[in-house]
C-alpha cells in the first residue's frame, strides 16, 4: 500500500494551497480518510478526517472554516483545500487510511501513513 501526499509549498499568509493524497495497489473506499501535520519541534495533530462517502467531516477548531476536506473514491483520493493560510500552518502534512469507515481525530485508529507533503506559510 502507498499513500502519496502532493501539493505542499510555500506560501505568503492569505493564500491557498490544496492537497491531494493518492492511495494505489488497494483501494480505500470502504474506509476513513484523514489529515494531520506535525510542525518542527511539535507532536503530530490531527487536521481533518472524512468518512468513507464523504458524509462526515471533521475538523481541528484551528482550521475550521478555513480548511475543506474530500474524497474522490473513483480516483482513491483524498484532499484538504486551505484557505487564508497562517504561518502556524507550516508543518509537515500527512494523509492517513482509518481502519473503519469513520476514524475520526485519534491518529491510533488510522492504519496506513503517506510520506508527508510539507508547507510552509511566510508572513
Known amino acids: 500500500v502507498q499513500l502519496q501526499a502532493s501539493g505542499g509549498g510555500l506560501v505568503q499568509a492569505g493564500g491557498s494551497l490544496r492537497l491531494s493524497c493518492a492511495a494505489s495497489r488497494r483501494t480505500f473506499s470502504n474506509n476513513g480518510m484523514g489529515w494531520f501535520r506535525q510542525a518542527p519541534g511539535k507532536e503530530r495533530e490531527f487536521v481533518s478526517a472524512?468518512?468513507?462517502?464523504?458524509?462526515?467531516?471533521s475538523y481541528a477548531d484551528s482550521v475550521k472554516g478555513r480548511f475543506t476536506i474530500s474524497r474522490d473514491n473513483a480516483k482513491n483520493r483524498v484532499n484538504l483545500q486551505m484557505n487564508s493560510l497562517k504561518p502556524e500552518d507550516t508543518a509537515l502534512y500527512y494523509c492517513?487510511?482509518?481502519?473503519?469507515?469513520?476514524?475520526?481525530?485519534?491518529?491510533?485508529?488510522?492504519?496506513?501513513w503517506g510520506q508527508g507533503t510539507l508547507v510552509t506559510v511566510s508572513s
Open positions: 492517513a487510511v482509518g481502519r473503519a469507515a469513520y476514524s475520526g481525530s485519534d491518529y491510533r485508529t488510522y492504519t496506513y
Open positions: 472524512i468518512s468513507w462517502n464523504g458524509a462526515i467531516t
